[in-house]
């Protein structure tokens, strides 16, 4: 049965119209601004004054700018390397024949994912962190290790290292349920077949767990790459504005609201910067990704 084109039209019309209301036309707008000194969000387009690259150039010699994007690569791949032993760990195991009450031990895992990232990095920050009375502080003195529990945790110093390990804490349990997927979706024949050919442990998840998690490994990368690389609310709630825990994202945000307790208050109200750092963030999403997708280029695996 064919259906008519006024049909289709009819049911794909009202998803078209919302993508380019809410994506494509926020997007081009945020692309114009880039280009152009905006006093405000709401100006009109005749209001603008047309610069150039100058809002490139500025972020480019930006010590506050410059410093966010090491931030976020070193999240990117510290973060990445932390996330995924862990997570990529606790799917093996949890996998694995003979272990009981998988279903809770995802869900434990998971917990941190069905929190507010607000309220994680108050927890971590008061309970954990604190130097008086944080949990990290009491633990190091009950075993002896007084020069760690002597740690500022949320000084300059350390101010970053604390804020990446709590984050990255929140992430494992949901990229472990991801991969954990992946592997229960292998067959159990290729497992049995190659235990009857004589293989150990090690051939099995080598020459079959592996290969077979090619997919699920290049669509977490890309979800991990996304999630890194747009990386904000931990830096806000974490750092205050601080240049430790800055991140483009954050500096973005700072960069056209503001904030009176930021050393960036001179540069606030900037949108066409903004603008700017909005444009990167997406050419550095699609062009990491486009890497991901190309370094895992092969044909699909289906089973």
Known sequence: MRIKKPIIALFLGP????YFAIFFYPTLRTGLMSFYNVESISSQFSEWSFIGLDNYVDLIHNSYFTGSVWNVLKIWIIGGALVFFFAFLFAVIISSQGVRWKAFWRSLIFLP??????????????????????????LFKMVGLNSLAEIQWTDD???????????????????????NAGMDRIPQDYYEAALLEGANAF????????????????????????TSINFFVWSATFGLADPHTMTPGYFMYLRVFGNSRSVYMDDAFNIGSGAT???LITLAVIVLSSLINLFFRKERLEY
């Open 15 to 18: 998803a078209v119209i919302i």
């Open 113 to 138: 994912n069905t929190v507010s990232a607000v309220v994680l990095s108050i927890v971590w920050l008061q309970y954990v962190y604190n130097y008086d009375y944080g949990f990290l502080a009491k």
């Open 157 to 179: 110093i350390h101010l970053f290292i604390s804020m990446l390990l709590a984050y990255c804490f929140g992430c494992i349990g949901y990229f472990m349920l991801i991969l």
């Open 203 to 226: 051939d099995k998840f080598f020459k079959i767990t592996l290969p077979l998690l090619r997919d699920v490994f290049r669509t977490t990368l890309v979800l991990w790459t996304i």
């Open 277 to 279: 750092v909005g444009v």
